[in-house]
């Protein structure tokens, strides 16, 4: 079974800061999809970033970029430039192509971003 | 419409009342997918259908829950017999590929059940 690990519950930085979140995963998969999901208080859980294990680049979005390192099974998501509206739990998403066609979640980690 | 679409946004239920929990997907979307989120934690899978058909229920904690599309579009959770511990917030996705870790899964703002 797979597993999704996010050792930080909450951080806080300074608006225009960078943030780096953590998180690591445990899988006997080959071919695997990450994910990273923010989700505000209106409870609607918006992708912010998707990786695809058999890629080696990391994926960027925007002010979004993630460090995949597939070895130690970690995929971080830094946020440059931090902005008040980034302030929202995060969550750390696995999923895999073969058989069930699921996302296994992390426990997130609650961001605040002060001005 | 745009978006997924669940309804009630909220539900308060005594112990041991049945509830429906119902879930619009974007339309032409071909997988839907359900998941229960406890109070401060990540969401955990409940079950998935493709079209109308349900491939996958192993998330589903008790024969108490029950899922349904029949007709391949909207979807209804139903939850016999609540009890304390169901109270949480379920969260329902739709994407529109059959392969859906290809393709983006678009969630709805879930309903927040309360189990009194």
């Known amino acids: 079974a797979q597993t999704v690990t996010q050792s930080q519950p909450e951080m806080s930085v300074q608006e225009a800061e960078t943030v780096t979140l953590s998180c690591t995963y445990d899988t006997s998969e080959s071919n695997y999809y990450l994910f990273w999901y923010k989700q505000p208080p209106s409870r609607q859980m918006i992708l912010v970033i998707r990786q695809e294990a058999y890629k080696q680049q990391n994926a960027t979005e925007n002010r979004f970029s993630v460090n995949f390192q597939k070895a130690a099974k970690s995929f971080s998501l830094k946020i440059s430039d931090s902005q008040l509206g980034d302030t929202a739990m995060y969550f750390c998403a696995f999923g895999t192509l073969n058989g069930a066609q699921k996302l296994v979640f992390g426990q997130g980690t609650r961001l605040t971003i002060n001005p | 419409g745009a978006g997924v679409s669940q309804s009630p946004r909220y539900k308060v239920a005594k112990r041991g009342q049945d509830v429906a929990l119902r879930c619009d997907p974007i339309s032409g979307h071909v997988s839907l997918f359900w998941y229960q989120q406890a109070l401060g934690q990540g969401p955990e899978f409940l079950t998935y259908?493709?079209?109308?058909?349900?491939?996958?229920k192993s998330g589903l904690p008790s024969d108490r829950f029950f899922a349904e599309r029949p007709e391949g579009s909207v979807s209804t959770l139903k939850i016999q017999r609540t009890q304390q511990e169901d109270s949480a917030v379920y969260l329902c996705?739709?994407?529109?590929?059959?392969?859906?870790?290809?393709?983006?899964?678009?969630f709805g703002q879930g309903t927040r059940l309360t189990v009194v």
């Open positions: 259908f493709q079209n109308e058909a349900q491939l996958d």
């Open positions: 996705a739709s994407s529109l590929a059959r392969r859906s870790m290809n393709t983006e899964a678009f």
